[in-house]
C-alpha cells in the first residue's frame, strides 16, 4: 500500500490518517443538497468525532464554513484560541459559573429550561443563547407546548436569543412509524415556532435536521443544518436514506505488524483461550487494542484488518494494545507491515460502517472512542490559522 510518505517517526506503531481533501469533497456534496438560505453548521464535538478539531474547523472554515457546534465550552474556547472565527454553538450544559468563558470566548449556548435560563442570565453576563425545544425526543429542552416558559427566556435580561432548535429522535429511520415520527415532531417544533413569530418574538436561525434529516428530509427549509457524523465521509450506519449519499471517508486508520509466526493445531489465542485452531495457522499480532479505540467485542464477529491487501480476521479476545490476526492465506506477511482496521490496501477497503456492525454500534461511536494516544497525520491542504 502507499503510506504517501508519510515519516516513520510521525507514525510511530498505529497511526490515522485524516484526509483534509475528503472532508472538503464532503463539505462541497452536503452543501449541494441543502436548500437555498439554509446554512450548513458543522458539528466538530468530541475532537470532531475523533478527526482532529482545530485542523477540520480550519479547513471547514477555509471552505467557507462560518457555523460550528461544540459539546463543552471547553471545546468552543480551543476552537476560539486555534483561531476559528465564526459562529460556535455550545450544544451541551454549561455550569452558570463558567458562563464567563461563554462571554469570554463569545460562544452561544443551548438554553433547555426556564430555571437554567436565569441561572445564566442571573450571572450578568451578556450571552447569546438558542432556544432548545424538545418535540418529542425527551433528550433536553422546552416543552413544545409550554409557550410561557419558552416566553420566559426571552425575558432574561442578559440572553440575546439568536435561534430555536430541536432535535429529531429518529429521522436515520425510514420505517413507516419513524417517518411519521419525526415528522410529527417538525409540526410541533415549526408551530411553537411560529406561536412565538405571532407573539412578535425574534427565533434567529431556526435548526432541526442533522446528517440523516438533510438526505431524508430534503424538503425542510430551515435555517442550519447541524452536520457532523457525515461531514467525515461515513454515516451512523448503511442503509436507510431516501437519497444515497455521495461522500468520502476522511479517516483511516493503520498500526505495524509486531510479530509474524505459525502455531500449531489445538492451540488457543489470546486472554479466556475464546479461539482455539482447528489447524496450523500463521497468526500476525498487530500493535493497536481497545485502549486505542478498537472495540473489543469486534473479535469473533466478522471484525477484519487488511494486510497486504488481503482481509485478515481477527481472532481472539482483543487485547489493551494489540490484536490477532490470521495471515494463513496472505503471502508473504513479515513483522513491519502495514495493518489497515479502516481504510483501503489495494483493492479492498474496510469502511467504518463495517466495523461498526461487527461490534454493535455506529459509526459515531467508533470514530469518537479512537484513541487519543494515536497521532493524526493530515494529509491535503493543511490550513494555517493566524491567530
Same mark, same amino acid.
Given at each position: 500500500m502507499n503510506n504517501k510518505g508519510v515519516p516513520q517517526s510521525e507514525r510511530g506503531r498505529a497511526w490515522i490518517e485524516i484526509d483534509l481533501d475528503a472532508l472538503t469533497r464532503n463539505t462541497v456534496e452536503l452543501r449541494s443538497r441543502l436548500p437555498r438560505g439554509?446554512?450548513?453548521?458543522?458539528?466538530?464535538?468530541?475532537?470532531? @468525532?475523533?478527526?482532529g478539531a482545530e485542523m477540520v474547523?480550519?479547513?471547514?472554515?477555509?471552505?467557507?464554513?462560518?457555523?460550528f457546534a461544540v459539546a463543552t465550552a471547553g471545546e468552543?474556547?480551543? =476552537?476560539?484560541? *486555534?483561531?476559528?472565527?465564526?459562529?460556535?454553538?455550545?450544544?451541551?450544559? #454549561?455550569?452558570?459559573?463558567? /458562563?464567563?468563558?461563554?462571554? #469570554? @470566548?463569545?460562544?452561544?449556548? $443551548?438554553?433547555?429550561?426556564?430555571? @437554567?435560563?436565569?441561572?445564566?442570565?442571573?450571572?450578568?453576563?451578556? $450571552? *447569546?443563547?438558542?432556544? /432548545?425545544?424538545?418535540?418529542?425526543m425527551h433528550r433536553l429542552g422546552l416543552e413544545a407546548s409550554n409557550l410561557a416558559d419558552i416566553e420566559s427566556v426571552y425575558s432574561c435580561a442578559n440572553l440575546t436569543v439568536e435561534g430555536?432548535? #430541536?432535535? =429529531?429522535?429518529?429521522?436515520?429511520?425510514?420505517?413507516?412509524?419513524?417517518?411519521?415520527?419525526?415528522?410529527?415532531?417538525?409540526?410541533?417544533? =415549526? &408551530?411553537?415556532?411560529?406561536?412565538?413569530?405571532?407573539? +412578535?418574538?425574534?427565533?434567529?436561525?431556526?435548526?432541526?435536521?442533522?446528517?440523516?434529516?438533510i438526505y431524508n428530509f430534503p424538503e425542510l427549509? $430551515?435555517?442550519?443544518?447541524?452536520? +457532523?457524523? &457525515?461531514?467525515?465521509?461515513?454515516?451512523?450506519?448503511?442503509?436507510? #436514506?431516501?437519497?444515497?449519499?455521495? =461522500?468520502?471517508?476522511?479517516?483511516s486508520l493503520r498500526a505495524l505488524v509486531a510479530q509474524?509466526?505459525?502455531?500449531? /493445531?489445538?492451540?488457543?489465542?489470546?486472554?479466556?483461550?475464546?479461539?482455539?485452531?482447528?489447524?496450523?495457522?500463521?497468526?500476525a499480532t498487530v500493535s493497536i487494542g481497545y485502549a486505542d479505540g478498537i472495540p473489543r467485542q469486534m473479535s469473533g464477529n466478522g471484525g477484519v484488518c487488511l494486510i497486504r491487501g488481503r482481509k485478515a480476521p481477527i481472532i481472539g479476545r482483543i487485547c489493551m494494545d494489540m490484536?490477532?490476526?490470521?495471515?494463513?492465506?496472505?503471502?508473504?506477511?513479515?513483522?513491519?507491515?502495514?495493518?489497515?482496521?479502516?481504510?483501503?490496501? +489495494?483493492? %479492498? %477497503?474496510?469502511?467504518c460502517e463495517d466495523v461498526a456492525a461487527a461490534s454493535g454500534t455506529i459509526s459515531n461511536d467508533i470514530v469518537s472512542r479512537i484513541g487519543g494516544r494515536l497521532p493524526k497525520v493530515h494529509t491535503g491542504s493543511v490550513i494555517e490559522i493566524e491567530k
Open positions: 439554509c446554512e450548513l453548521m458543522a458539528i466538530v464535538k468530541t475532537d470532531a @468525532y475523533g478527526h474547523a480550519a479547513r471547514l472554515q477555509a471552505d467557507g464554513v462560518e457555523s468552543g474556547a480551543s =476552537l476560539r484560541d *486555534s483561531g476559528i472565527t465564526g459562529n460556535i454553538l455550545v450544544l451541551g450544559y #454549561t455550569q452558570p459559573c463558567d /458562563a464567563g468563558l461563554l462571554d #469570554t @470566548y463569545k460562544l452561544s449556548q $443551548l438554553v433547555f429550561d426556564a430555571a @437554567y435560563a436565569k441561572a445564566l442570565d442571573e450571572t450578568g453576563h451578556k $450571552l *447569546s443563547a438558542h432556544i /432548545a425545544i424538545d418535540s418529542g430555536v432548535a #430541536t432535535h =429529531l429522535a429518529s429521522s436515520d429511520s425510514l420505517d413507516a412509524d419513524d417517518v411519521k415520527f419525526t415528522e410529527t415532531q417538525m409540526r410541533r417544533f =415549526l &408551530a411553537t415556532v411560529n406561536a412565538l413569530k405571532g407573539k +412578535g418574538y425574534s427565533v434567529g436561525k431556526i435548526h432541526a435536521q442533522a446528517s440523516y434529516g427549509k $430551515l435555517d442550519y443544518a447541524r452536520v +457532523g457524523i &457525515a461531514l467525515f465521509g461515513v454515516m451512523s450506519h448503511d442503509g436507510d #436514506t431516501r437519497i444515497k449519499p455521495n =461522500l468520502h471517508p476522511v479517516m509474524v509466526r505459525w502455531i500449531g /493445531a489445538g492451540e488457543s489465542v489470546s486472554y479466556g483461550r475464546t479461539f482455539t485452531t482447528d489447524k496450523p495457522m500463521k497468526l490484536l490477532m490476526a490470521d495471515v494463513t492465506e496472505v503471502d508473504g506477511v513479515a513483522t513491519g507491515d502495514v495493518a489497515t482496521l479502516i481504510g483501503k490496501d +489495494g483493492g %479492498e %477497503e474496510i469502511r
